[in-house]
């Protein structure tokens, strides 16, 4: 047994006096470290340099007090007078920020049981204040509180434990202290005859036990990263409650959590005022729940834009009309890239030409698709009003805002802009290439070309939906009746997926309020990552398979396997013609 993962029997037992650190032992910080406190203040009343200049001033009063323990007030003095008001706003923010550290707790109502409990605390705020926090996070049942700032001493000097002594008439031998620092929680009262036992602080635990956690905080130590990492922490132990169903609500929660919020705090910024929101299937559909928890309003809906509709219903990826197909040996790209199209008109209109099947033999799918192109034109075209009757219907004249995930063509919000004749905005999690014709914005960049799914497919499975691929369009989308076992596979796990996510993002809300961290891109999509690593993920992960054309008809594992290195290596390849073509505009 850990001995510091107990019941408390092993270090609570019978004697006089029980005494207790208060800040990383019993209360903890959604933080890597507690200065990030001011981080989180200065982003979130926008005042830059705060957090400098309050760390500065700390250490210029602790300079000034001569080995005594400083108060607020003596940072406050030390500071530029027009950031003391946001000194003067700390203890409410410690407040509403700190949780209880659960087994802390259950080892101190074991303790109050069978001895007298008391708190100590070598910290500059004052004795009321510490003890607001206190009560906010509902922890009682000691006698009294010692706070250094007040009582003149501290336990790094063991000053502070002489006063507790005097005070309660316990003598060192009959006390037993509990705490996370080294010097003044252990080597200290140890030195005195307390019986001192060393608790590390939940934090130091959690990166040790964490590798690949650690690696992800020390990569620049950032604010959203020590958010991140502080939130798992406290997931982990139970001091924030997030209910797991089953594995797969535990995955969502606890790596596409962080992206869900991340992504849908960026769009509650960027959004525009008054606009109509398209959240775009089926990339959209966590977005569009997390929504209600940012904005709490309705002025939102969820359309049917996917690549399949602009490569059927637009000229943009296939003109309508003959085609001339070049042969593969003269233009290889551009032959494979026309049969593609072809094949995907062919799949999406079998069942209006009444066709059993679609031709495997290049050279027979050209001679089909010329042989009925007026047939396919037409019905087309007829397609193409109705989805514009449908976009149309649901826009009517106002300013459109499209939200959708990863983009590199943006095929979805220049087909609604073509149905509706007007330009829209569009917002991404992630934008893979440029656009000077577009009105846009991106959470995320992404210029160079990836392998796999780094950065990008697992990304996206953290936001998709439960929905099966469009295969038709009759006045409405047709969804596939009976998809591939694959595609079963995921429609049956995403439903606790986003549900984890969700609670995630109420338990953020929870713990921070209107003091909404900002996350970077890199940061979440980095720890989404992590999931590849964390061996219970990976083996729901392992078999989960991702769709890489836009009728589903191609697909690859989400987590790549060897067999996935030629797919993998063509998807480069074309991902680099791709946007090289894009960029100057050859087609």
């Known amino acids: 047994m850990h001995p510091f993962r107990s019941n408390g029997s092993d270090i609570i037992h019978e004697t006089d006096l029980v005494s207790f650190d208060v800040f990383d032992t019993l209360i903890l910080r959604p933080f890597v470290r507690p200065t990030d406190l001011f981080r989180l203040m200065e982003e979130a009343y926008g005042r830059p340099g705060y957090a400098e200049a309050r760390i500065d001033a700390e250490r210029r009063a602790r300079s000034l007090s001569s080995g005594c323990e400083i108060t607020l007030q003596d ?47 070598d910290m500059y705020l004052s004795a009321n204040a510490v003890k607001s926090i206190l009560d906010r996070c509902g922890i009682s049942g000691y006698s009294r509180l010692y706070v250094s700032s007040e009582c003149g001493a501290t336990k790094h000097t063991g000053e502070l434990f002489r006063i507790v002594s005097e005070e309660s008439g316990v003598p060192f031998r009959s006390m037993r202290h509990i705490g996370d620092n080294r010097r003044s929680d252990y080597r200290i009262p140890k030195s005195l005859g307390i019986d001192a036992r060393y608790r590390p602080s939940r934090m130091s635990r959690y990166l040790g036990a964490h590798p690949d956690q650690a690696r ?33 609500s535990a995955l969502g929660a606890r790596f596409g959590g962080p992206l869900a919020y991340a992504f849908s705090e960026h769009l509650y910024r960027s959004l525009r005022p008054g606009a109509l929101r398209l959240y775009v299937s089926r990339d959209g559909y966590t977005p569009l729940a997390a929504s209600h928890v940012f904005e709490k309003g309705d002025d939102c809906r969820y359309i049917h834009a996917q690549r399949i509709l602009s490569y059927v219903l637009t000229d943009d990826a296939m003109p309508f009309g003959s085609v001339d197909v070049p042969s593969r040996a003269s233009n290889r790209f551009e032959h494979d890239r026309l049969i593609s199209r072809m094949r995907y008109i062919l799949r999406f209109l079998k069942e209006d030409l009444g066709l059993e099947s679609i031709p495997e033999d290049d050279g027979d799918l050209v001679r089909l698709y010329s042989s009925r192109i007026s047939e396919i034109d037409a019905i087309r ?55 000077d014709d577009l009105a846009y914005e991106s959470f995320g960049r992404r210029m160079a070309p ?45 439903p606790d997926v986003s549900a984890g996510e969700m609670k995630y993002i109420e338990a953020m809300e929870s713990v921070f309020g209107v003091l909404r961290p900002r996350m970077s891109y890199a940061a979440v999509t980095d720890w989404a990552l992590l999931a590849a690593s964390n061996p219970q993920c990976r083996a729901l992960l392992s078999d989960m398979m991702w769709a890489s054309s836009p009728d589903h008809s191609d697909w690859h594992h989400l987590l790549p396997r060897p067999s996935d290195v030629p797919f993998m290596i063509k998807k480069m390849v074309c991902d680099l013609i791709v946007r090289m073509n894009v960029r100057h505009r050859f087609f």
């Open 450 to 494: 990836v392998a796999g799914w780094v950065g990008v497919n697992l990304p996206e499975f953290f936001l998709c939906s439960p929905e099966p691929p469009l295969e038709g369009w009759a006045d409405g989308p047709l969804l596939d009746a009976n998809p591939p076992e694959w595609e079963k596979e995921r429609m049956a796990v995403y």
């Open 381 to 435: 075209a007829e397609k193409r009003r109705s989805y514009r009757d449908y976009v149309c219907g649901i826009c009517g004249d106002r300013d459109v805002d499209i939200i959708d995930s990863t983009t590199m063509k943006f095929t979805s919000q220049r087909l609604v802009e073509e149905m509706l004749g007007r330009s829209v905005f569009g917002h991404y999690l992630v934008a893979l290439d440029d656009r």
């Open 216 to 248: 992800f905080y020390a990569h620049d130590r950032s604010l959203d990263r020590s958010v991140i990492v502080a939130l798992d922490m406290l997931l982990e132990i139970g001091a924030i409650d997030i209910p797991a169903s089953n594995g797969w």
């Open 75 to 121: 940072i406050r003095s030390e500071i530029e007078p027009d950031m003391r008001a946001m000194v003067d706003s700390e203890v409410q923010i410690e407040a509403e920020l700190s949780v209880p550290d659960p087994d802390a707790l259950r080892m101190m109502d074991e303790a109050s049981q069978k001895s007298e409990v008391v708190l100590i605390s």
